[in-house]
């Protein structure tokens, strides 16, 4: 079995090749640009059982000298990331999630102590400001048998003409 720190560097390897590509992508009217300095790639657990491993990355100019780059493991404090780049001035405004379902990595299954074979559901979520600036992108890979997803939010009023209000 190999040591979980190696297996955790080559998740982090994969999420953070993802991850720039899916900035760049977001970004097409926009130069490209490198990720740096991601947050460091954390298990999550319920008690001892890990139920996912997740983390986000940010263009480097959006997080210089906040808590974000602060190399102490864990959220960024009190209203994590969404706080920080929100008191740096950058106002979420929006963010898609993808979801797909997959057999687990031989390192995710040691990561999430999970029997080989068995699923995990990746999420993909990428936040923007209202302009369209992104200004996270976030891998998470889950425990299919242990985690779950509520969404919650208004269905747009289709009935309405545009500009009428009610």
């Known amino acids: 079995m190999q040591p979980l720190k190696m297996t955790a560097a080559r998740v ?44 986000s990355c940010y263009r ?13 493991p864990g959220p960024a404090g009190r209203g994590g990331g969404f706080r920080v780049l929100y008191d740096a001035g950058y106002e979420i405004d929006h963010m898609q999630e993808t979801l797909f379902a ?25 936040t923007c400001t209202a302009d369209g600036t992104v200004v996270e992108v976030a891998i998470g890979v889950h425990a299919a048998t242990r985690f779950a997803w509520t969404y919650d939010f208004k269905v747009p009023d289709s009935a309405k003409a545009e500009g009428e209000s009610k």
Do not use: C, F
């Open 12 to 55: 982090m390897s994969r999420v953070v090749n993802a991850v720039s590509a899916a900035m760049n992508e977001a970004s097409s009217s926009r130069p490209p640009h490198t990720v740096r300095n991601p947050t460091p790639l954390r298990v999550v657990k319920e008690g001892s059982q890990p139920t996912h491993i997740l983390t």
């Open 102 to 126: 997959r057999v687990s990595t031989a390192e995710e299954t040691q990561l999430l102590q999970l029997s080989p074979g068995e699923w995990v559901v990746e999420l993909h979520r990428t």
């Open 60 to 72: 480097p100019e959006h997080v210089e000298g906040t808590r974000i780059v602060d190399p102490t």
